[in-house]
């Protein structure tokens, strides 16, 4: 199924979405007119308090597309059309004022409703220089203003609520239809889309929306075809789709989340209403896990249900089914996740997935399990995108390579091999910032056992003779003899100076560590005897996995062997801290 | 069905591939499986006479599918006919340039990596065929350059730059087998453009991955869209 049919899909299911013809936009204001067009009270519509207000959400007929042209929307519009006032010093106000009252005169003409003879009355009296306070309050200029009778507002009907309003919106809607053709969506026949409507909330993309269907350039149209004749997508269809993405891309839909540069959308495809709630929030719980700002007003049935939520989900991290888990889940949801990324005033599709929800739950199982690390990352189960900053330069959310973290989470997703530029991206992180932390060691492992199928440690494994794990144990009891020998203050241990050559080429390192471990160790057994022993045997029982014949200190390491060097670097070093019961001698800092 | 007697099998493969969507055509984004028209052209890369028509008949999926995502720099406009028309007549070029770096569109596509397919397709013989031309001769002809490799252009699996590899299959020889997924739908895809109707409509089907295999319905069939 492509993304298009799913999307359209989705919107039949969608309880409370826009019907055809219309579209939800923020609203700030009312204007209430009293019968005879004189305004009988502005009242504002915006929620939230003091600089902070928000504007409402409510449906009105579809915005119109413009992006440098003229073209006032119908009985709603901001205040520059419908009021020719705005904050700026914009020369167009005049003529946007003038086109807004000319269309609605042309379509009013011979009007009998109330409310749509009040509005005609008022637009042929209105002069913008009777904007003025208290009235008429300064903030309100620039904001999206919609109209209604005053006693129907107290009703909180508006004008394009009327039943007058519609029939003649739905009349002026289906006037200029475009030869029908074959829809690439529905495979039926009917007038094919023109321009698409807007997608709004794509964080990065224009605020005046982006689309995903445009040929608006010479090299994206073919065949002489212009516009939507491209793409065949009938009228309906492209309404659909849009009011389905723009309601899931909404703030606090609970069907978004993002990644990197991606607004990441998800829904559930399923019969039953319930089981498509509960595939979605697993979902979300599944990458964002662990940061979730809890809102201080929940209610108490919430709290219960999160808390179960909760229980679920670390069931399922522990590698339960999920048929045992929430057996309605298991078959009959089909579950899509879609990557959108900004390009301007387009969007490209980042990553698309679609499968049963069960497959998912495999591979977010896989994805849990191949990460894991002993010991683990400071939180128990971290969300994706605090994986996502141990690859971005200083940690800085806006610095995550964009490409590759698309590319990651579809192969989270769909559970095949990760890229390889990630190895390559960790391995510079942990060179550059000269740590390697829980989180590090479990994206190796996991790059390790998918990528290049090899067998990797989840804890210490003493017994593992890969040249490149071996090598990194080896460089942690190093830094342990020094930090015994010369306290934890050194300014530049040799894992700051040396971590990177010796996992990239540790012939010529090594001799080097080996003969600085010979003093250190020396000056360990000056003050305590014991701790010298213990090295030395650790050393030894490492060098006893090495065979002379096997080039156990090559002259480079292999990716995939760098990444087994930081594993069994992490491994080895957190041995040291977590075995302070062993350490005989008193006062040794763990 | 493959017409047995003058039915072929090719078995082409590539690094990439990218079936370009035409809803996703700016930031592409590449159908599941080859299309109908991608396969007819690779054929008629290898052979193709006015007097010849290709017919698709199926498509075998022999890898696992699998999405890439990659960003190239392009530019936004095309060579404009009308400019071009007129330089010839002119005899110079002033005026006639594209600077790429005023004109940059960075553009994304999911493309399909390390792709397989075996082309199950037979042709038909046109009005254009002449006295001379028969099934049997036009047939000869392809098996013995698609055997040896000839080819009127490199064949190309969607666009140009992934270029496809091709392999005849003998009439006898057994077909690879598909991948073992299980059966899916892969919603409507394009069967092929009507280029001699009047403003070039596109044709859509209702594409079905049946055990790994894709049928497609011969032309005229009920079950294309136009």
């Known amino acids: ?590 | 069905m493959t017409n047995v007697s003058y039915g072929i099998r090719l078995k082409v493969w590539g690094e990439h591939a990218c079936f370009t969507r035409p809803e996703m055509k700016v930031e592409r984004v590449s159908y599941d499986v080859m299309t109908p028209s991608a396969a007819r052209g690779i054929l008629e890369a290898i052979h193709w006479k006015p007097a010849i028509r290709w017919v698709v008949d199926a498509i075998h999926v022999l890898e696992p599918i699998r999405f890439q995502s990659i960003r190239r720099n392009e530019v936004g406009s095309k060579a404009p006919a009308g400019k071009i028309k007129s330089a010839l007549k002119r005899g110079d070029l002033e005026d006639l340039s594209l600077l790429a770096d005023e004109d940059r569109q960075q553009r994304a596509s999911t493309v399909l990596v390390k792709p397989a397919y075996v082309i199950e397709a037979h042709f038909e013989l046109t009005a254009k065929a002449g006295p001379e031309d028969n099934e049997g001769k036009h047939l000869d002809i392809f098996n013995r350059r698609a055997a040896r490799g000839q080819c009127f252009h490199q064949p190309c699996l969607g666009t140009r730059e992934f270029a496809a590899y091709f392999e005849l299959i003998p009439p006898d020889a057994p077909l690879p087998s598909p991948i073992a997924e299980p059966s899916r739908d892969l919603g409507f895809m394009l069967w092929d453009i009507d280029h001699r109707a009047p403003g070039r409509p596109s044709l859509f089907f209702r594409a079905m991955l049946d055990q790994g295999v894709v049928r497609i319905p011969a032309p005229g069939s009920p079950e294309i869209r136009r």
């Not at chain 1, 039926?188 to 990065?204: D, E, F, Q, Y």
């Not at chain 1, 004749?229 to 849009?242: G, K, L, R």
């Not at chain 1, 930090?483 to 010529?508: E, H, W």
């Not at chain 1, 006893?544 to 990444?563: H, K, N, T, V």
Request: proline residues 6%; neutral net charge.
């Open chain 1, 1 to 590: 199924m492509s993304v298009l049919a799913s999307l359209a899909r989705a919107y039949e299911r969608l309880p409370d979405a826009p019907p055809f013809g219309f579209s939800s936009e923020k609203i700030g204001f009312v204007i209430s007119l009293n019968e005879d067009g004189s305004v009988a009270s502005v009242t504002d519509l915006r929620g939230g308090s003091g600089k902070k207000r928000t504007p409402e959400l409510r449906q009105v007929p579809q915005a119109v597309k413009r992006a440098s042209g003229i073209a006032p929307n119908t009985f709603w519009d901001k205040t520059a059309y419908v009021l020719g006032v705005t904050a700026g010093d914009d020369k167009r106000t005049g003529r946007e004022h003038a086109a807004f009252v000319q269309r609605h005169l042309e379509m009013l003409e011979g009007t009998e409703d109330a409310g749509l003879l009040a509005l005609r009355r008022f637009l042929e009296s209105w002069r913008p220089e009777h904007f003025v306070p208290p009235l008429w309050p300064e903030e309100m200029k620039d904001q999206n203003v919609i109209f209604a009778l005053e006693s129907d507002r107290l009703q909180k009907i508006m004008l394009h609520d009327r039943p007058a309003a519609k029939a003649l919106w739905a009349r002026g809607a289906g006037a200029d239809e475009s030869a029908a053709q074959i829809c690439l969506v529905s495979g039926t026949r009917g007038p094919v889309a023109r321009l698409h409507p807007s997608i709004k909330g794509v964080w990065g993309a224009q605020q005046a929306g982006a689309a995903l269907v445009s040929f608006n350039l010479g090299a994206f149209t073919s065949y002489g075809h212009e516009q939507g004749d491209n793409a065949p997508v009938s009228e309906a269809a492209a309404f659909a789709y849009t009011a389905a993405l723009n309601r899931f891309l909404e703030k606090d839909s609970g069907h978004r989340i993002q990644i990197g540069d991606a607004s990441v959308v998800f829904w559930a495809d399923a019969s039953d209403l319930e089981a498509a709630d509960q595939a979605e929030s697993f979902f979300a719980a599944f990458l964002q896990e662990g940061d979730a700002a809890q809102p201080l007003d929940v209610k108490a049935d919430e709290k219960a249900a999160t808390e179960k939520l909760k229980i679920q989900l670390s069931r399922i991290r522990n590698g339960e089914q999920l048929a045992d888990v929430a057996p309605k889940l298991e078959s009959g949801v089909r579950f899509c996740v879609l990557g959108l990324a900004p390009n301007a005033a387009r969007l490209s599709i980042r990553f698309y997935f679609e499968d049963e929800f069960g497959t998912l739950t495999k591979n977010y199982q896989k994805f849990v399990s191949d990460m894991r690390v002993e010991p683990p990352p400071r939180e128990p189960s971290p969300p994706l995108w605090r994986y996502l900053r141990e690859i971005a330069v200083l940690g800085k959310a806006e610095n995550i390579p964009p490409n590759l973290a698309g590319e990651w989470t579809r192969a989270i997703l769909s559970g095949a091999p990760y890229p390889r530029t990630l190895l390559s991206a960790v391995l510079t992180r942990i060179r550059a910032d000269g740590e390697v932390n829980a989180l590090c060691a479990g994206i190796l492992k996991a790059l390790l056992i998918r990528t290049f199928k090899r067998e990797a440690p989840v804890a210490l494994d003493t017994e593992n003779r890969n040249k490149g794990y071996l090598l990194g144990r080896l460089f942690a009891v190093y830094e342990q003899a020094q930090v015994a020998a010369l306290g934890s203050k050194v300014n530049a241990t040799i894992k700051d100076k040396f971590y990177g050559s010796a996992s990239a080429q540790p012939r010529k390192v090594f001799p080097l560590l080996d003969k600085g471990a010979v003093n250190h160790l020396s000056k360990v057994g000056k003050q305590s005897p014991g701790r010298r022993v213990n090295l030395e045997k650790l050393i030894g029982a490492i060098m006893d996995l090495m065979e002379p014949g096997e080039d156990p200190f090559p002259a480079s390491l292999a990716a995939d062997e760098q990444a087994l060097f930081g594993l069994g670097y992490h491994h080895q070093r957190n041995a040291f801290f977590a075995k302070s019961t062993d350490t005989t001698e008193a006062g040794e800092p763990a």
